[in-house]
């Protein structure tokens, strides 16, 4: 799958003590426009799994280009994440971290059992968009779309 290239997201939620938490993920996608819903995917085996899987919100950061610092934070182990970014709670009580192409924040509307992630639905209740252009994955490298692109 590192061959396909896809967007980065940040995905954020507070765990029962309203402790920040979040993690970078490429398994995003839309599923619906009405009701309007994506989904991510997250392994059963990452300490947060659990505190995703029960919450009844999250969300959804599109980094943009110039934010694979970003992406590096979100992907480390052992690291105070939201330490060490610009980030606010949002009117929602999510975690919303700055200088994102958009974020969608969602309430949970599925949990899916996959093998050995978990899939999360989440119904789209806000949207912020900034005139960004995203980071981008591919073969474990991450940066923005080449303007070479667009001629």
């Not at 990452?46 to 009844?56: E, I, M, R």
Request: charged letters at 20%.
């Amino acid at each position: 799958m590192g061959n396909y290239p896809t967007g980065v997201t940040v995905v954020t939620t507070v765990d029962e003590n309203g402790t920040p938490l979040g993690l970078t993920v490429n398994s995003f996608a839309s599923v619906s426009i009405d009701p309007l819903l994506i989904l991510w995917s997250i392994d059963k085996r990452v300490s947060s799994h659990d505190v995703f899987k029960n919450t009844d919100k999250f969300a959804v950061h599109v980094l943009a280009g110039d934010q694979s610092d970003i992406c590096g934070l979100f992907a480390t182990k052992g690291t105070d994440r939201f330490s060490n970014c610009d980030w606010k709670l949002s009117d929602q009580n999510l975690p919303v971290i700055s200088g994102a192409a958009g974020v969608l924040q969602c309430k949970t509307f599925k949990i899916i059992d996959a093998g050995d992630h978990t899939i999360l639905i989440g119904e789209v209740i806000e949207i912020q968009s900034e005139q960004k252009e995203p980071l981008l994955y591919h073969k474990r490298k991450f940066g923005p779309i080449p303007e070479e692109f667009y001629k």
